[in-house]
Structures are given as structure tokens and as C-alpha cells.
């Protein structure tokens, strides 16, 4: 039995947690709110985007992490701590950085910082050290991985033409293009693994934690949990195409369709813990931390009340410079200028135009057809920004020559021209283009996205130009070498192209 009055000494413990966590949730509340572009672009992430749709576990997980150390949390005792205030000011400035650059990510990094630094400050340095896993599983709620795509999609065609040869697959290969005797297939991104790879790494993260003690054994169940993923696919998008090669593709992809999805998800995730099993070392109940080591009265103390306000009052001082920032925006001209080339004529495109390049968030979009007496012909697009911002950002995902979901699929990256990133693709009709790109920040050209972001970061914090701009020459196979016909054209058009195009 307790003895009498052990639930009246309990009391007060309980309600001094009960007030911290309520400080707590609010001071998520109203920076969630705070910050509400970003909020709202983390959900739509998460509920839109199949990449990153184990994201909406990640709460829920946070959750169950919590729950498991209730017994232990109940034996520390919060207290407001204004050194965390420093997680927090991290945390805005990496958001201030992504915000100027245009760069998604890092905002979405700052935001969770802040979160996770609005806890640390509310709770203390006991129940942050007693929370350190949880906490730090916060960050899988930033969507990561897009760079995975395009090296996953090289890694599963190496794979998948090995495996077709050796099967007796007649097959051939252009980039991300298969081709067979009855039909072509395009390794996209959504086939890459790449999905599936990100989730693998939160889900083995996660099953390191809670099944496993020796760093040792964490670090190989990693590594299983890496490795796979990517054979896996690379073997479903093999069987796809070998399917297809006995029955038909219709049959072939709409089994794979059926197939690719979280149940295949489901069974390798079986599959990594089945390995994994024979080796987990945590027993089941054994204390997720000892209370007793978190009993230290930290210094630097504060109220949590004070602690609250002083969280919201360090976020809401990066969201005072972003709007600074955000005035100084560039002005200009009423009109995207096109310059007259010597000896190629310019036409009108026409509604039919069969490749328009992705800028949704340009101030200005202009697009013309140059034909010289041979007849080849160049497409331009020049797209013009005051500044940069969410969702008018000059480059990212799916802004660019290809657009998500496009008829055009990127088939290889070619060497620069002109100092311009130049593009393969193919598109309806077995049409090949050659599309090279510069981009102009400021007083600087270049053909590098993270150059850009440089640049923008650049101009937006220490107050340069923040007009930019984007500038793309298309030329069709067909009517020549496409390649060819883009570095005609440039050499007609000099360095008048970009430099007027531009401004």
C-alpha cells in the first residue's frame, strides 16, 4: 500500500506538469500559427506528396515515444530555462536564410528548430535530456530526399538492365528511357525508391532506437534498412518490365500499380525487421533513462510563463526582418524585351505550342520562335521576377524546362553550353529537344540552381538587386543536331540574349 499522503504530495508535481505542458502546446500553437505559410505548406507536403507521406506518422510516433517514458517524466520536474532561447534564435535565423535564398527546405528545418527549441525552453535541460529521442525524431517531420531521385532513377536502371539481359530481354537504353521489343518505359522519379528510401531511413531510425543498445548493432540494422529498399525496387521495376515482355504493358503496369504502393512498402518494412529481429538487444523493459541523473536544479532558470513569451518573442523578431526584406523588392519593365538575332527571323509561337517551360510564380513570362532561311527553328522563354519569395522562387522542384507530370521527361543531362546547364528530353511523338538554361540574379549569371540560391540569399540579407531572371533556348531533333542548332543560334545572338532578355 502507499503511505498516507503520498497522493496529496503527488498532487502539486502533477499540476506543475500539467502547466508546463499546457505552456507548452501553446507556445506550438501560436508558432505553428506564426509561421502559418509554412505550416500550410507542411500539410499540403504531407497529404499531396506520396514522397512524403510517412511524414503524417511522425506526429503520432512522437506521440508513442512520449507515452513509453511517462512512469520516468513523471520523477523530473519542468522548469522554464532561457538558454534554450538559443535553439530557438538557431532555429529562426536557418528560417530567415531559407526564407531569403527561396529555399523550402530550410524554412521547414528553422520551423521544426523552433519547435523543438520552444520545448526545450518551457520543459528544461532534465526533461530535454530525458526527451532527447523524441525531440530529435522531430526533424523527420522536415520533407528531405528530393536529391535522391535523380540517383536513385541512374542506380535502378543499372540495375534493372543487368537483370533484363540475363533473363533474355532484348532491351535497350537512353537515360532513364527502356526500350523493349513491345513497348518503352520511363524510370521517373516516382520509381526511383526514392519515396520509400526516405521512409525507410525514419522507420529504421526509429527501430534502432527502440530495439537496439550496442551503437554497433544500430549502425549495420542502418545500413540493412538502406540497402533493401533499393534493391527492392530495383527488382519490382525489373519484374515490371519483364512482365510486360511475356503479357503486355497494359497488364504488366497496371499490376505494378497495384503493387507499388505502401503494400509494398509494408513488406519490405517486414522484411528489414525480420533481418533485424535475431539481433535486438533493448529488453522490453528496461527504463528508457534514469530519472535519478535528472534531479540536478538547472541554472539560468526562468518562469515558464516567461519562457513562453520569450520563445515567441525571439521567432517573431525573424518574421519582422522577412517582412523587411520582402519591401525592398526590384521593379521592371512593363515587357519582356526579345532582341532581334542576325539571321534568324522571330514568329509567333501560337496556342499550339508543344513545350512551354514551368515558371508559375514569374512577374513576367514571355516565349518567341526564331527560324532561320534553313528552317531549324528555337524556341526562347525568358521568365522575369521583382524578387523572390514562397511560391515565386526562380528555381525548385518542378520549376524549370519540365513541369511536374509533364508529356516532356528529362532524358539525360548534356555538357554546359555557353556556360548554360543543357537538358535532353523527350516528349509526344518521339520529339527530342535540346533545352539549355541561365539564370540571372542580380548582376550574375549562372547556370547553377544552388548559385542562384547563393545569389538570392545574397541580395535579399544584405540589401543588392533582387531581380531575376530566367532565360531558356530549345531546339527540336529533327531539323538537325538540336544541340547544334541551340549553339548557332547562340553564337547569332551573342551575349545580347541574356544580358537584354533579362533586365
Same mark, same amino acid.
Request: aromatic residues 10%; glycine residues 10%.
Given at each position: ?8 504530495e ?40 506520396t ?15 512520449? $507515452?513509453q *517514458? /511517462? &512512469?520516468?517524466?513523471?520523477? !523530473? %520536474? ?10 530557438v @534564435?538557431?532555429?529562426g ?15 521547414h ?32 517531420l ?21 537483370l ?18 513491345n ?28 530495439c537496439?543498445?550496442? $551503437?554497433? *548493432? /544500430? &549502425?549495420?540494422?542502418?545500413? !540493412? %534498412? ?10 519490382? @521495376? ?39 529481429w ?6 522490453p ?36 526582418w ?50 532561320? %532561311? ?37 532524358i539525360?543531362?548534356?555538357p ?15 520529339v ?68 537584354s532578355?533579362?533586365?
Amino acid at each position: 500500500m502507499l503511505p498516507r499522503g503520498a497522493f496529496a504530495e503527488a498532487r502539486p508535481f502533477d499540476l506543475r506538469w500539467r502547466r508546463h505542458a499546457a505552456m507548452l502546446g501553446g507556445v506550438w500553437a501560436a508558432l505553428l500559427a506564426l509561421f502559418h505559410r509554412d505550416t500550410a505548406d507542411l500539410a499540403t507536403i504531407y497529404w499531396t506528396n506520396t514522397t512524403f507521406g510517412h511524414c503524417l506518422f511522425i506526429a503520432p510516433v512522437i506521440g508513442w515515444l512520449v $507515452w513509453q *517514458r /511517462r &512512469a520516468g517524466l513523471a520523477e !523530473v %520536474a519542468p522548469q522554464g530555462w532561457w538558454p534554450g532561447l538559443s535553439i530557438v @534564435a538557431a532555429g529562426g535565423f536557418v528560417w530567415l536564410l531559407g526564407d531569403a535564398a527561396g529555399v523550402a527546405l530550410l524554412r521547414h528545418v528553422g520551423l521544426v528548430a523552433m519547435l523543438q527549441g520552444g520545448a526545450v525552453s518551457v520543459l528544461g535541460p532534465n526533461v530535454a535530456r530525458a526527451l532527447l529521442f523524441p525531440l530529435a525524431y522531430m526533424g523527420f517531420l522536415v520533407p528531405f530526399g528530393d536529391v535522391f531521385e535523380a540517383p536513385l532513377q541512374d542506380l535502378t536502371v543499372a540495375m534493372i538492365m543487368p537483370l533484363l539481359h540475363l533473363s533474355g530481354v532484348p532491351a535497350s537504353v537512353d537515360g532513364v528511357l527502356i526500350t523493349t521489343s513491345n513497348g518503352y518505359f520511363e524510370v521517373a522519379e516516382a520509381c526511383s525508391g526514392a519515396k520509400f528510401l526516405i521512409a525507410m531511413i525514419a522507420y529504421g531510425v526509429l527501430v534502432a532506437n527502440v530495439c537496439f543498445v550496442s $551503437w554497433r *548493432r /544500430r &549502425a549495420v540494422f542502418m545500413v !540493412v %534498412a538502406l540497402v533493401v529498399p533499393v534493391i527492392a525496387n530495383g527488382l519490382r @521495376a525489373y519484374g515490371t518490365i519483364y512482365a510486360a515482355w511475356w503479357t503486355s504493358v497494359e497488364t504488366a503496369t497496371g499490376l505494378d500499380h497495384i503493387v507499388y504502393g505502401w503494400v509494398f512498402f509494408g513488406l519490405v518494412m517486414a522484411a528489414v525487421l525480420a533481418i533485424g529481429w535475431r539481433w535486438f538487444d533493448r529488453d522490453p523493459d528496461a527504463a528508457w533513462f534514469d530519472p535519478a541523473k535528472l534531479q540536478a536544479v538547472p541554472r539560468a532558470r526562468v518562469d515558464a510563463p516567461v519562457a513562453s513569451l520569450l520563445v515567441l518573442a525571439v521567432a517573431s523578431l525573424f518574421l519582422g526582418w522577412s517582412s523587411a526584406i520582402a519591401a525592398r523588392a526590384g521593379t521592371l519593365p512593363a515587357d519582356v524585351r526579345l532582341p532581334e538575332v542576325p539571321g534568324w527571323t522571330r514568329t509567333a509561337l501560337g496556342s499550339d505550342a508543344p513545350w512551354v517551360p514551368n515558371y508559375p510564380g514569374a512577374d513576367r513570362f514571355a516565349m518567341a520562335r526564331y527560324v532561320d %532561311a534553313r528552317g531549324r527553328t528555337v524556341d526562347v522563354a525568358v521568365a522575369l521576377y521583382a524578387s523572390q519569395q514562397e511560391g515565386k522562387e526562380l528555381v525548385g522542384y518542378g520549376i524549370g524546362a519540365i513541369r511536374p507530370n509533364d508529356r516532356w521527361v528529362r532524358i539525360e543531362d548534356l555538357p554546359p553550353v555557353d556556360g548554360g546547364a543543357a537538358l535532353r528530353m523527350t516528349g509526344p511523338g518521339d520529339v527530342e529537344r535540346t533545352t539549355v538554361t541561365w539564370y540571372r540574379v542580380g548582376g550574375v549569371v549562372t547556370a547553377s540552381e544552388e548559385r542562384v540560391k547563393l545569389e538570392t540569399l545574397k541580395a535579399r540579407l544584405l540589401g543588392g538587386d533582387q531581380r531575376a531572371a530566367a532565360v531558356l533556348v530549345s531546339g527540336v531533333k529533327g531539323e538537325g543536331d538540336a544541340g547544334a542548332t541551340v549553339r548557332e543560334f547562340l553564337r547569332a545572338a551573342g551575349q545580347d540574349l541574356i544580358a537584354s532578355s533579362s533586365q
